[in-house]
T-cell receptor
């Protein structure tokens, strides 16, 4: 199994509060991704990173920001959580842009 | 842009039945193709992959062949087990990763 740890695994938060999800990898892979998974929408890319301090937007980036200050850590921040951001969030990594992508176990976020 | 189409299911089979989950894709060039499996409460796990035309990926009794002429990568297994119950995602990498919507498989004893 790829060494990917997501934290927290489960979180309930109130609307309007900031939330940060953390992804930590031990594989030294260059690329890191944040996806959200929702019924009827499948997997959707939020943001990705292709190196330390190098990030770019995915298809559903509004309301989210990311940071990568170290190779091993990729943080996803919801500046002001909304109920529409209730979802399961998956971190993923790959060593090159086109090679196999490996997923973490997921973070279940509920915004009430 | 690139896209992946797969039967959404749910697919319900009896144990030891033959499984086919269809996957077709649209992409420029020669993408790599993947099947991932997701068990309840877990992340996606790589099941198999193929990187060029006519390649066959296989793992745990599952197989899929990269068919360039039909732009397909259908997943097959000769005899499913209850433990194969999961959601299966077809995916490609061309310019970036693109995932299909997933197919839920339920195998009944």
């Amino acid at each position: 199994d790829a060494g990917i740890t997501q934290s927290p695994r489960h979180k309930v938060t109130e609307t309007g509060t900031p939330v940060t999800l953390r992804c930590h990898q031990t594989e030294n892979h260059r690329y890191m991704y944040w996806y959200r998974q929702d019924p009827g929408h499948g997997l959707r890319l939020i943001h990705y990173s292709y190196g330390v301090k190098d990030t770019d937007k995915g298809e559903v980036s509004d309301g989210y920001s990311v940071s990568r200050s170290k190779t091993e850590d990729f943080l996803l921040t919801l500046e002001s959580a909304t109920s529409s951001q209730t979802s399961v969030y998956f971190c993923a990594i790959s060593d090159t842009g086109g090679n196999t992508i490996y997923f973490g176990e997921g973070s279940w976020l509920t915004v009430v | 842009g690139d896209s992946v189409t797969q039967m959404e299911g749910p697919v319900t089979l009896s144990e030891e039945a033959f499984l086919t989950i269809n996957c077709t894709y649209t992409a420029t060039g020669y993408p790599s193709l993947f099947w991932y499996v997701q068990y309840p409460g877990e992340g996606l796990q790589l099941l198999l992959k193929a990187t060029k035309a006519d390649d066959k990926g296989s793992n745990k009794g599952f197989e899929a062949t990269y068919r360039k002429e039909t732009t397909s990568f259908h997943l097959e297994k000769g005899s499913v087990q209850v433990s194969d119950s999961a959601v299966y995602f077809c995916a490609l990498y061309g310019q970036n990763f693109v995932f299909g919507p997933g197919t839920r498989l339920s195998v009944l004893p």
